[in-house]
Every structure is written in C-alpha cells, then in structure tokens.
C-alpha cells in the first residue's frame, strides 16, 4: 500500500470513525426503528450502484465497436467488483445485486417500499434524478445525500470517483449493528435472516476482497500526484461528512 493512500487514510480516520461511532446505531434498538433506518438507508445503497458504474463507464469500455480503453489493471479491478455487486447470490444461490437483496429484505421485515419503488419506477421512464426524488417525495436527508454522490458521479474525475467508492462507502456499519440484526433473527423465526444474510455478505465480499481491489484501483486511478490525491481526500471527506449527515437527520427523528 502506498504512502499516498497511507496518507489518505490517516487524513479521514477522524471523521471515519465519527461515523461508525455515531449514535444512530444504538438508537436503532426496535423494529420499527430498524424499518426507519432502512427506509432512508436503501437510497444509500442504490447510489452506491450508480457510483460503481459510473467508474465501469470511465475505466472501461461500453460502447459498440468496442475498442481497448484505460488500463488493463483497472479495467480488471472494476469489472471484477461490479460482477459481485451488480450479480451476486442470495441465500438461495440466485443471482441479484445487493440493491434487489436490500429490497428483499426490507420486504421481510414489512419495511414501506412505496417511496424506493416510485423513485425507482420514475428513473425506468427516464426521469432525472432529481426530479424522480423530488416526486417520489423521498425524505430529505436520503436525497441530499444522493445529490451529494451525483456531484461525484457527474464530476468526470475517475480517480475522485474511485477514492469516494472506496473510503466514503465501504466498512462504514459497525458490528453492533450487525450483532443486534442476528440477535432479531434468533428472536423472530428468520424473519430478519434477508437482512442478516445481506449484512454477513457485505462484509466478506465488499469489506474484504472488494476493499483491497478498491484500494489498488483508487492507487493506480491518483498514481503519484499530490494534487489529485489533495483533491480524492478532500472528496472523501466530504462524502463522509453527507453521511454524518443522512445519520444525524435519522437519528434526531428517534429522539433520545
């Protein structure tokens, strides 16, 4: 691991761990208090896609005559993470994305899916993001949030791009959340087993082997300038900081 992304990580470990400390998560002591959550966190976990495939259009290519574009190492890095997020298996060995499988598992625990499946439905006709928010009447916090991460995705820099991917959105959910989602399951006769399963899967696909094929990508993307790994952790920073945010704004709905 290089100094630079060395640098990087001492750079946002502060704000880093005001995230997986923050209150939010032992104030998610309920069921319904876990729908809540879920309900503003499922747009997290969609706008996590559009910021990976925006790095697949960047770094590969996905246009007819298909011709070599960008660096091979990356190309390989990209399209091995996106082959695990965009197709990965269910406790069934179906394949789906970790989006559908979220979705499912808010099924489950009779989450409210009419705001999501709206905003979803509104993008399939072609709507723009915004507008698809601003209709869906998706709650505040989760859409500043997304149009926090679509000044990225629209920003054309791959290697802010891939240093946001990596640092702002991966390892951010601590294992006593994780431990109280078990502790339900046991309680609930599977009924939370989606979310569990979806949980387990996310650390040890995307906090083990996607974390290091990101690391290799955001090092290879900002390679040896100072100025564009000035400008990655700035935006990483950032991106943290929308996420203390979207925490703060569910958090102060539960109360004290």
């Known amino acids: 691991m290089s100094e630079y992304l060395n640098l990087m990580r001492r750079e946002i470990e502060p704000i880093r761990q005001q995230l997986i400390e923050h209150p939010v998560y032992a104030k998610v002591n ?6 809540t959550f879920m309900e503003y966190h499922v747009f997290a976990v969609w706008d996590f896609m559009s910021l990976l495939k925006v790095l697949q259009r960047n770094l590969t290519c996905i246009e007819l005559p298909w011709i070599p574009t960008g660096n091979p190492q990356t190309r390989y890095l990209i399209n091995e993470i996106v082959l695990g997020e965009e197709s990965d298996i269910d406790e069934g060995g179906n394949r789906t994305s970790h989006f559908e499988l ?25 709507e723009p993001v915004v507008e698809s928010l601003r209709v869906s009447n998706v709650p505040l916090a989760a859409a500043g949030f997304v149009k926090s991460t679509f000044a990225v995705v629209n920003n054309n820099k791959p290697h802010v791009q891939a240093a946001v991917f990596t640092f702002g959105r991966e390892d951010l959910i601590p294992g006593m959340f994780i431990t109280f989602v078990r502790e339900l399951n046991k309680q609930s006769s599977d ?16 906090g083990e082997h ?18 564009k790994w000035q400008e990655s952790t700035d935006a990483v920073k950032n991106a943290l900081l929308h996420r203390i945010k979207l925490w703060d704004a569910i958090s102060s709905g539960f109360g004290n």
Do not use: P, W
Not at 30 to 35: A, D, F, G, S, Y
Not at 107 to 119: A, P, Q, S
Not at 120 to 125: G, I, N, P, S, T
């Open 102 to 126: 979220y979705l499912q598992a808010m099924h489950e625990i009779g989450c409210n899916l009419n705001v999501i499946n709206k905003f979803v439905d509104c993008l399939k006709e072609k």
């Open 191 to 206: 009924r939370f087993g989606t979310l569990k399963y979806y949980l387990e899967r996310h650390i040890e696909v995307d």
């Open 30 to 35: 309920t069921v319904e208090r876990l729908k």
């Open 210 to 227: 996607h974390s290091q094929l990101a690391y290799k990508m955001t090092e290879e993307l900002n390679g040896t300038e100072s100025a």
